[in-house]
């Protein structure tokens, strides 16, 4: 399926940096900023997807390593939107989970935001205006067995959001989390197998039995639709979201 932009947003002079922006919900979202009017600053682990997608919206490409703290301190800090989007997953039961997999999980889903944040609010409180737009997942809202460290990252994740909401408030920022369930991305397509090969089943039964049991809708969220709704907390009428934990996820925490 694909996603129609409905939402009226201008975001010209705007700039946004979105990490991960090389595929998937990134990708999604850069397009999206783009067709706003904003210039975007796709940053990507992979500078060949980085190079793709900043070809496609008119805007630059970074390639930058987001476990590496000088990487991310060395990226522009003069952008009036912030995408924090960049994960990945290894999934293990806690006692075979390595440390080193948790330390870099940590890095790039919570650590990195964290440096970001704190290089781009003085730029936003300057301007009166910014928006910072987490993508977390339904997994920093509950747990799941065998992803100690996604879990854990995008709990923090949560927490870090409603911390710069609340030191933005009267200045103009805004800071939200989205929280969608299974997104049909790379990432995801990737999960498949591990989690066929935990659970004992086939792949071609993963999506249903496992990704979705919880989900009331049996579906895959569609990158576009988080896109979408990363839009809409740009717009001025979702100036006073914030601080917000946003579920994207077919009735998943509904239970």
């Avoid at 979105?18 to 397009?31: D, F, L, N």
């Avoid at 919206?57 to 990487?71: E, K, N, T």
Wanted: glycine residues 8%; negative net charge; charged residues 20%.
């Amino acid at each position: 399926m694909t996603t129609a932009e409905v939402v009226r947003l201008d975001l010209s002079g705007r700039t946004a940096l979105v990490t991960g922006a090389g595929s998937g919900i990134g990708r999604a979202c850069a397009v999206r900023l783009a067709a706003a009017g904003a210039r975007v600053l796709a940053v990507d682990v992979d500078e060949a997807a980085a190079r793709q997608v900043a070809a496609a919206v008119g805007g630059r490409a970074i390639a930058a390593d987001l476990s590496d703290p000088d990487a991310v301190d060395g990226l522009d800090a003069d952008v009036d939107v912030l995408v924090n989007n960049a994960g990945l997953q290894f999934v293990a039961p806690l006692p075979e989970f390595p440390p080193e997999r948790f330390r870099h999980l940590q890095a790039v889903m919570l650590e990195a935001p964290f440096r970001l944040v704190r290089r781009v609010l003085p730029h936003m409180y300057a301007r009166g205006w910014g928006r910072v737009v987490n993508i977390s997942s339904v997994h920093g809202l509950i747990a799941s067995p065998y992803k100690a460290a996604y879990v854990a990252a995008k709990h923090g994740l949560e927490g870090l959001s409603k911390v710069v909401a609340l030191e933005g408030a009267g200045r103009g920022v805004t800071s939200n989390c989205i929280d969608p369930a299974f997104v049909r991305t790379p990432l995801v397509d990737r999960q498949i197998a591990d989690q066929a090969a935990l659970h004992g089943i086939p792949e071609s039964e993963v999506v249903e039995t496992v990704m979705l049991e919880r989900a009331a809708i049996k579906r895959l969220v569609e990158p576009e639709e988080v896109a979408e709704l990363a839009a809409y907390l740009c717009t001025p009428v979702a100036a006073l979201i914030t601080g917000a934990s946003i579920p994207l996820d077919g009735g998943w925490t509904a239970h």
